[in-house]
């Protein structure tokens, strides 16, 4: 399954390409663990889901409240302020946040188990909050933990959130673009992706029965929609234009529907009149022929020709098309060439 997307060298180039400069205001602030916890029953800080989920042992995350409770120094967490919601998103502090919200709900983070204290001091040894004296609790709530808060000023948009969490946020495991993604824009789009995504012609269609595990399929489906709406005004490099696009639309209730509309149409097409695993060229999954063939056949639904069939072994075979899917892919004139090639040879 590792190579199940086939490798193109312009496109791993592309991933690496920094064009935008930012400015980034960061300044400090001190919460209480009482405030932080209130902030997040509110909903003002919203901490990222993550396939990993919580990884912290019982012991790290007791270590972690001892720390509070006997006045030692904890690192900073990040937190990245939204331009338009103005709310609070965690790009780095998720297990210390979770482990801090846990206790004082007497939840373990992640399970239904209740949080006691292990391998502490004796004093608080096996006790959960509840447990803790008065003043104990008082201090725990009174404890302070500084926030590092970064807000983008220029240019006007989110993106230098998915550069910061990718920096910040490794865990030890470098994570690719839609796993950062999954973290950072959440919302009814990011939902619809992994729902789309378990779709059964759509795994059909790529030959892999289960969801890979990295979301590197997600992604896929996410290049699609992002194409069919913008490929004209595309802009390089890809992963941005992706990220701004999720961004854009994570939460359009209306859009979201449409989406899910033209996506089912359009596997429903392709399963129609096309071979199994159309998009596997070579060895794996080529993006380039997935992209630009899906947008061909979303923008040209009503009018699919009797010899489609035919039509398209001849587009992969058209020595302009080659150039277009290997060379330069993620260039500006390339990507919207090789939808209008696809468009051109398979349903005029």
């Given at each position: 399954?590792?190579?199940?997307?086939?490798?193109?060298?312009?496109?791993?180039?592309?991933?690496?390409?920094?064009?935008?400069?930012?400015?980034?205001?960061?300044?400090?602030?001190?919460?209480?663990?009482?405030?932080?916890?209130?902030?997040?029953?509110?909903?003002?800080?919203?901490?990222?889901?993550?396939?990993?989920?919580?990884?912290?042992?019982?012991?790290?995350?007791?270590?972690?409240?001892?720390?509070?409770?006997?006045?030692?120094?904890?690192?900073?967490?990040?937190?990245?302020?939204?331009?338009?919601?103005?709310?609070?998103?965690?790009?780095?502090?998720?297990?210390?946040?979770?482990?801090?919200?846990?206790?004082?709900?007497?939840?373990?983070?992640?399970?239904?188990?209740?949080?006691?204290?292990?391998?502490?001091?004796?004093?608080?040894?096996?006790?959960?909050?509840?447990?803790?004296?008065?003043?104990?609790?008082?201090?725990?709530?009174?404890?302070?933990?500084?926030?590092?808060?970064?807000?983008?000023?220029?240019?006007?948009?989110?993106?230098?959130?998915?550069?910061?969490?990718?920096?910040?946020?490794?865990?030890?495991?470098?994570?690719?673009?839609?796993?950062?993604?999954?973290?950072?824009?959440?919302?009814?789009?990011?939902?619809?992706?992994?729902?789309?995504?378990?779709?059964?012609?759509?795994?059909?269609?790529?030959?892999?029965?289960?969801?890979?595990?990295?979301?590197?399929?997600?992604?896929?489906?996410?290049?699609?929609?992002?194409?069919?709406?913008?490929?004209?005004?595309?802009?390089?490099?890809?992963?941005?234009?992706?990220?701004?696009?999720?961004?854009?639309?994570?939460?359009?209730?209306?859009?979201?529907?449409?989406?899910?509309?033209?996506?089912?149409?359009?596997?429903?097409?392709?399963?129609?009149?096309?071979?199994?695993?159309p998009f596997r060229v070579k060895r794996g999954i080529s993006a380039t022929v997935l992209d630009s063939v899906m947008v061909a056949f979303a923008l040209n639904?009503?009018?699919?020709?009797?010899?489609?069939?035919?039509?398209?072994?001849?587009?992969?075979?058209?020595?302009?098309?080659?150039?277009?899917?290997?060379?330069?892919?993620?260039?500006?004139?390339?990507?919207?060439?090789?939808?209008?090639?696809?468009?051109?040879?398979?349903?005029?």
């Amino acid at each position: 399954m590792a190579d199940f997307i086939e490798k193109i060298l312009s496109e791993e180039e592309d991933q690496e390409m920094e064009v935008v400069i930012y400015k980034i205001a960061n300044y400090p602030a001190d919460f209480t663990l009482q405030g932080l916890y209130r902030k997040w029953e509110d909903k003002d800080i919203e901490i990222p889901s993550f396939q990993r989920g919580f990884i912290w042992k019982r012991p790290q995350a007791s270590k972690l409240i001892e720390s509070f409770l006997l006045g030692l120094p904890v690192p900073s967490i990040f937190l990245y302020k939204e331009k338009e919601s103005q709310k609070l998103l965690v790009i780095d502090g998720q297990q210390r946040l979770k482990t801090i919200f846990g206790f004082l709900r007497n939840n373990f983070p992640d399970s239904k188990s209740p949080f006691y204290l292990n391998a502490v001091n004796p004093k608080w040894e096996n006790k959960s909050f509840s447990d803790l004296n008065e003043s104990d609790k008082r201090r725990f709530n009174d404890s302070v933990l500084r926030a590092i808060i970064v807000e983008q000023l220029d240019p006007n948009d989110n993106t230098s959130i998915f550069h910061i969490f990718q920096r910040l946020n490794t865990g030890g495991t470098t994570l690719n673009a839609q796993e950062i993604r999954n973290c950072t824009y959440q919302g009814e789009f990011n939902n619809l992706l992994k729902e789309l995504n378990k779709d059964n012609k759509w795994r059909k269609i790529i030959g892999l029965p289960k969801v890979e595990k990295r979301m590197r399929d997600v992604e896929l489906i996410l290049r699609f929609f992002a194409l069919r709406d913008e490929y004209k005004d595309y802009k390089q490099p890809m992963r941005d234009f992706l990220s701004n696009f999720m961004n854009e639309y994570k939460n359009n209730s209306e859009k979201v529907k449409e989406f899910k509309k033209v996506f089912m149409e359009t596997i429903s097409s392709i399963d129609k009149y096309l071979d199994p695993n159309p998009f596997r060229v070579k060895r794996g999954i080529s993006a380039t022929v997935l992209d630009s063939v899906m947008v061909a056949f979303a923008l040209n639904l009503e009018k699919i020709p009797n010899d489609i069939k035919n039509r398209y072994p001849r587009l992969l075979k058209d020595d302009e098309y080659i150039k277009c899917i290997y060379k330069f892919t993620t260039a500006e004139e390339v990507v919207k060439q090789r939808i209008e090639l696809a468009i051109e040879k398979l349903f005029k």
